[in-house]
């Protein structure tokens, strides 16, 4: 089993391939596969760059990429934790935090967006998996 710790001095690697086809457009509890996919992708790198904070500095312990597939494969961003930090949007969303009582209360929250939600096209899945081996390998040959 590998181990070693992620860190400045040896940074990881996190490859995101978001399935951004024509039947992400299908309902998903109260939204579309899309809208869920997004959600949770922007969720996960708010929790990575987050992981990386030490005080006021962001610590790029990883490199984070995300890789967009329905009408075309495209690199959505391939990134520093640092670098991705900087984006400025951000959305207005909803959250159940306990109230202290045994209950839930809902919470207004900004949540950054760093992938929006698509869906149009086919599947392209082996070409997604194509360009992620393409970032792996350059990843590697800078990072051995």
């Known amino acids: 089993?590998?181990?070693?710790?992620?860190?400045?001095?040896?940074?990881?690697?996190?490859?995101?391939?978001?399935?951004?086809?024509?039947?992400?457009?299908?309902?998903?509890?109260?939204?579309?596969k899309s809208d869920f996919a997004a959600l949770a992708v922007n969720r996960v790198i708010s929790e990575i760059i987050t992981s990386c904070t030490a005080g006021d500095e962001i610590k790029n312990?990883?490199?984070?990429?995300?890789?967009?597939?329905?009408?075309?494969?495209?690199?959505?961003?391939?990134?520093?934790?640092s670098e991705l930090a900087l984006i400025n949007d951000y959305e207005t969303r909803i959250r159940r935090v306990s109230d202290g009582i045994a209950g839930t209360i809902e919470e207004p929250f900004d949540l950054q967006v760093f992938v929006?939600?698509?869906?149009?096209?086919?599947?392209?899945?082996?070409?997604?998996?194509?360009?992620?081996?393409?970032?792996?390998?350059?990843?590697i040959k800078l990072n051995p």
């Open 1 to 32: 089993m590998y181990t070693q710790l992620l860190s400045s001095a040896n940074p990881g690697l996190i490859v995101i391939c978001i399935d951004q086809s024509t039947s992400m457009a299908d309902r998903y509890a109260d939204s579309s």
């Open 61 to 81: 312990r990883c490199q984070i990429s995300a890789i967009g597939y329905g009408s075309s494969v495209r690199t959505l961003f391939n990134e520093k934790p």
């Open 116 to 139: 929006k939600p698509v869906a149009n096209g086919g599947t392209p899945m082996a070409e997604a998996f194509q360009e992620a081996y393409a970032i792996a390998d350059q990843f």
